[in-house]
């Protein structure tokens, strides 16, 4: 008994796309999902990498900038400064060339701010929001005269618009003499 199946070149086309086409076609689709996994592990890790990278970079930004707030602060012409025990000509000198030693070619903004309202020091214009008068409660400034015992450390996110440009973060110091 003889089907009819169609054509010669019927049975050639489908014997050639269920042949070849259908398998090459899955292949493809199982190539771009192993390909798809694969840069997705891939870019999965890098990210990983790159913001373990840069946490590790900003910690040591912040340790080291709270490292020479504090080396700052434990001077002695700083301390007494702040104290308001010496504000002698001599003292004021010393700390501004203190703070333009700690500023370098780092782009730290070092400011010397007294708790009694006395000026602040700094190689920079002091922006509005570290006055003690006005905003010796809020801020960092408040912060810092909040956790003066628990911690002598602060970071401080936003601190101020430092003309026009946004700071990123402040770290504050407390001078104890």
Excluded at 139 to 165: C, M, N, W, Y
Aim: charged share 15%.
């Amino acid at each position: 008994m003889k089907f009819n199946r169609g054509t010669f070149f019927g049975r050639l086309l489908s014997a050639f796309f269920f042949g070849g086409f259908i398998p090459f076609l899955m292949l493809a689709l199982l190539f771009v999902a192993m390909t798809r996994s694969t840069l997705e592990r891939t870019y999965e890790r890098r990210a990983a990498e790159a913001v373990s990278l840069s946490a590790s970079l900003f910690r040591s930004l912040l340790s080291d900038t709270a490292e020479a707030a504090a080396k700052l602060a434990a001077e002695p012409a700083v301390i007494a400064y702040c104290e308001g025990s010496a504000r002698s000509a001599a003292v004021i000198s010393d700390v501004n060339r203190l703070i333009a030693a700690a500023s370098g070619n780092t782009g730290l903004a070092p400011y010397v701010i007294p708790a009694d309202g006395a000026a602040p020091l700094s190689r920079a214009s002091i922006p509005d929001e570290y006055g003690i008068s006005s905003h010796g409660g809020w801020g960092i400034l408040g912060d810092l005269s909040r956790s003066a015992e628990q911690k002598p450390t602060v970071v401080f996110a936003q601190p101020h618009p430092s003309a026009g440009k946004p700071t990123s973060l402040a770290i504050g110091t407390v001078v104890q003499g």
